[in-house]
């Protein structure tokens, strides 16, 4: 046989005994192996001894592939059985890890759970207080609106009283400058301008030209009337002009007075509604203060909460998944069963404390040598103590002596050099007194000045004034001139044919007049423009004569 290959399990058949084993270059009979399809017994047929010898060397030859075949398939199933056990193997470890995520995953969901539970717990009282915060901050927001804007008005009503403020100071210096040198009516005057009376609101105003004559119906009499004067003059009616006195100058006063009287009236409605606003203000800041108070508390009471919170959230257990080598725990060689005294730590951390284990170490070998360095210089400093101590006896005793020699007595040097120090203060107060005395004289000799160019500026302004009116005096004149003129020229026709040489001559006279206007337009157009710019000085205008002229409508 040929090691049992065949089909079914019936074993090879034995030779017979009396067979006799072939040479190997025999002829050895091969047996033939036939199997059938159903499962029966397979048959080895021997080969007839006629056999040739090619036969017998291919049945040899298939029949070492055969085994050479059984043993690669034996091969790679060994290596399949291996590969699958090694598969086995990972595909355990895998279904082991995967086992624990999502052991760690339900873990995690539990977490998430009770602190689901916990913030909706939480939610109802934390929406209350964040709502009460947020209406506090709110109103809080809209009181800061309303304080800037009365603030805001505040500022530009205590602008506009500073203006009439200013006004009136300039409108006492106009009445001031109004009045002149050596007025003999000043003191009657003044006593006008400043006198003190009730108003009738009238409910129209009333025209410019009948103020002098109304202003008196317009006023009560019954104010407070002034004393006299210290030198004796005697009592004048203030309501009437005294004799002697400009009635110009005292119906001016009269306006100024007037003036005086609507900016006294304007400053106290300014008064009373910039106290208005001062007392809303005072108001709106105190409630400001109250509701600050409130927002400050419901901060405070929403970081109560939150800290609540995260310490109730800090409480939830959490479950930390760990392998056998992370535990360094250990009793006696052996992990214990319980735990739960355990600390969780991290590995760096553990690194980091024995590096700071070994820098302490350092630390502590510097600090020894430091501190018997620190030793060896507290003795030095002690004797060094001693020494000057010593020094300080020898010194006190020779102050001592030196006191007596000059004083007879013991004497506190403290007491000495405050003295002294009182005596530089006062010299510094006298030095100061001085220069204050001399910059107040310095200031009132520039507001002498002040007040000079203030006149000079004023007095400038009324030239001025009166130039350009009599710049528009001439302009009109010349226009009218220019009128007739041209008429003159239309109608030089029969109605002057005999007296032609009486109106070239009129023309000619007339011609000359408008040329002189001209020039002194010109002049005046020129002292206007100097005057209009910053300090412009001029001499007075030369006075050119000007011709009479005739009627507009008739002949020289």
């Known amino acids: 046989g040929f090691g049992g290959f065949g089909g079914g399990d019936a074993p090879p058949q034995a030779p017979a005994a009396d067979t006799k084993p072939a040479a190997p270059s025999s002829k050895l009979p091969a047996p033939a192996v036939s199997t059938e399809d159903k499962g029966e017994e397979a048959e080895v047929v021997p080969q007839d001894d006629g056999a040739s010898t090619l036969e017998s060397e291919n049945f040899n030859l298939e029949i070492m592939m055969m085994l050479h075949e ?7 199933m060994n290596e399949a059985y291996k590969e699958f056990d090694v598969e086995l193997v990972k595909l355990r470890s895998d279904k082991i890890q995967l086992d624990v995520e999502l052991k760690n995953g339900d873990l995690r969901v539990i977490l998430l759970f009770e602190e689901l539970l916990l913030l909706k717990e939480f939610e109802k009282r934390e929406n209350f207080l964040q709502e009460a915060l947020s209406s506090k901050l709110s109103d809080r927001d809209e009181m800061s609106d309303k304080i800037e ?34 007025n003999k009516f000043a003191d009657f005057l003044t006593k006008v301008f400043k006198k003190k009376i009730k108003r009738v609101k009238k409910a129209a105003e009333m025209e410019g030209d009948s103020d002098e004559s109304d202003s008196d119906d317009d006023f009560d009499s019954s ?11 005697e009592h ?14 005292y119906d001016a006063t009269i306006v100024m007075r007037e003036k005086k009287l609507d900016l006294e009236e304007a400053i106290q409605e ?8 001062k007392k809303e203000v005072d108001a709106l800041i105190k409630k400001n203060k109250v509701i600050n108070h409130g927002v400050k508390c419901a901060k405070n009471d929403l970081e109560a909460f939150q800290l609540e919170k995260q310490k109730k959230m800090n409480e939830l257990d959490i479950i930390v998944t760990l392998n056998l080598d992370q535990i360094q725990f250990m009793q006696n060689g052996v992990l214990p069963g319980d735990l739960s005294s355990c600390l969780v730590f991290h590995s760096t951390g553990v690194n980091q404390l024995a590096n700071r284990i070994k820098e302490l170490q350092h630390e502590k070998a510097h600090q020894i040598r430091k501190f018997k360095e620190l030793k060896k210089s507290h003795i030095h400093l002690i004797k060094g103590k001693k ?6 006896l020898g010194l006190d005793e020779k102050c001592h002596n030196m006191m007596l020699l000059k004083f007879g007595r013991e004497v506190d040097l403290k007491k ?24 107040s004289r310095k200031l009132n000799e520039w507001d002498v000045q002040i007040n000079q160019a203030k006149q000079r500026l004023l007095t400038s302004t009324r030239d001025h004034t009166g130039r350009l009116d009599t710049l528009n005096e001439l302009t009109k004149d010349k226009q009218d001139l220019e009128s007739v003129l041209d008429g003159k020229q239309k109608n030089l026709g029969g109605e ?36 209009s710019r910053k300090d412009g000085h001029i001499l007075p205008p030369t006075q050119t004569a000007v011709p009479p002229l005739p009627p507009i409508g008739g002949r020289s």
């Open 149 to 182: 804007e009365l603030e805001e008005k505040l500022s530009s009503k205590k602008m506009y009283m500073e203006e009439l403020q200013e006004n009136e100071k300039l409108l006492y210096e106009s009445f001031t400058d109004q009045l002149g040198e050596n």
């Open 387 to 392: 020494a000057m101590q010593e020094k300080l």
């Open 496 to 531: 002057y044919s005999g007296q032609r040489k009486a109106d070239l001559k009129e023309r000619q006279r007339l011609l000359q007049l408008v040329q002189l206007q001209a020039q002194e337009i010109d002049a005046l157009k020129d002292e206007i423009g100097i005057l």
């Open 416 to 439: 000495l050099e405050n003295i002294s120090t009182n005596r530089i203060a006062e010299e510094l107060k006298e030095t100061i007194a001085k220069k204050d005395v001399k910059y």
């Open 223 to 233: 104010s407070e009337e002034e004393d006299d004067d210290e030198d004796g003059v």
């Open 70 to 76: 059984q043993e690669c398939l034996i091969s790679q």
């Open 270 to 277: 300014e008064k009373k509604i910039i106290d208005s606003l």
């Open 236 to 249: 004048l009616d203030l309501n009437i002009c005294p004799p002697g006195c400009s009635q110009e100058l």
